[in-house]
């Protein structure tokens, strides 16, 4: 221990306010194993947190980062994780609206009723079906996606991309989804009044399985189709308007692959920390 002689221990603490010995007390603890394994620790944090935020492209939130560190054994408090990102500089992208595409029919004599009112909570899988239409523009160019997604798990369980909101477009995603509903089970496909959902190719898909039941907002009323309005916003918010694409194939190849991620990877808050695909099996198992 190094030692001061020309300063006696009643002038030592006098002067600097504290004894010799805490002094040295203090010395060996910056220099200990133990700190040193804190400070190695902090840094594997900073690390692992600055990891996750790229991964999700600049997207992760302080509660999506803060589950994600626990499935690695990091078990930290939103403050804390909060304050380690806000020391590095990590804020998540976020992007203004831009308008909505909008096919309303006024002139429709056959809208449906309004029976999912906003409930969209559900027992079983495949039970209420929430579908829209959105557009995507590049350059000149414009594509549309027709998604339905399970309203039990949030699950994109059928979707269609093309160059034209026609209703061949959208009932070629309404096939997809039939092909994986139970013959026996009620399922609730809850839409706008589009003039989409009007069409005698989409009408005829529900005459040909009874057991589909059309369900419609009401009119100029996002709310009533909020589930399907939610993984829109973002789709377009961490995926489409947080990057660039030199062609429409580009921006196409990019939405099949995120709504893959999306519902593989994509952990939710809401699905108790897991994927979609991942709730599903793991309440099939239960």
């Known amino acids: 221990m190094e ?13 600097f306010g504290f004894s010799e010995q805490s002094f040295s007390k203090a010395k060996r603890s910056l220099n200990s194993p133990q700190r040193q394994q804190a400070q190695n620790d902090k840094e594997e944090i900073r690390s692992m947190i600055r990891k996750i935020f790229v991964e999700s492209k600049c997207h992760a939130g302080i509660a999506l980062i803060t589950e994600k560190l626990r499935h690695h054994g990091i078990y930290l408090s939103k403050p804390t994780v909060r304050k380690y990102a806000r020391d590095m500089g990590l804020f998540p992208v976020r992007q203004a609206k831009k308008g909505k595409y909008n096919s309303y029919d006024r002139n429709a004599d056959n809208v449906a009723p309004n029976l999912i009112k906003r409930d969209f909570q559900s027992e079983l899988f495949l039970s209420k079906i929430s579908t829209d ?15 339905f997604i399970d309203a039990k798990n949030k699950e ?6 093309g160059d034209s909101p026609s209703a061949n477009f959208v009932t070629s995603g309404l096939i997809k989804l039939v092909d994986r509903i139970p013959k026996d089970q009620e399922c609730v496909i809850n839409s706008d009044q589009g003039v989409q959902y009007h069409s005698e190719e989409y009408m005829a898909v529900f005459a040909a399985n009874p057991n589909l039941v059309r369900s419609m907002s009401r009119k100029g009323n996002c709310l009533d189709n909020y589930v399907v309005e939610q993984f829109f916003g973002k789709l377009k918010s961490e995926f489409y308007y947080a990057n660039k694409f030199n062609s429409m194939s580009e921006l196409k190849s990019g939405i099949v692959n995120w709504i893959h991620y999306y519902n593989h990877e994509r952990l939710q808050e809401n699905l108790a920390w897991q994927s979609p695909v991942s709730y599903r099996l793991l309440l099939s198992v239960k």
Do not use: D, M
């Open 3 to 15: 030692q001061y002689p020309e300063y006696p221990k009643g002038v030592f603490k006098a002067t």
């Open 156 to 161: 994109v369980v059928a979707y269609s991309l």
């Open 133 to 147: 239409i959105t557009e995507f523009s590049l350059n000149e160019e414009k594509l549309y996606l027709s998604a």
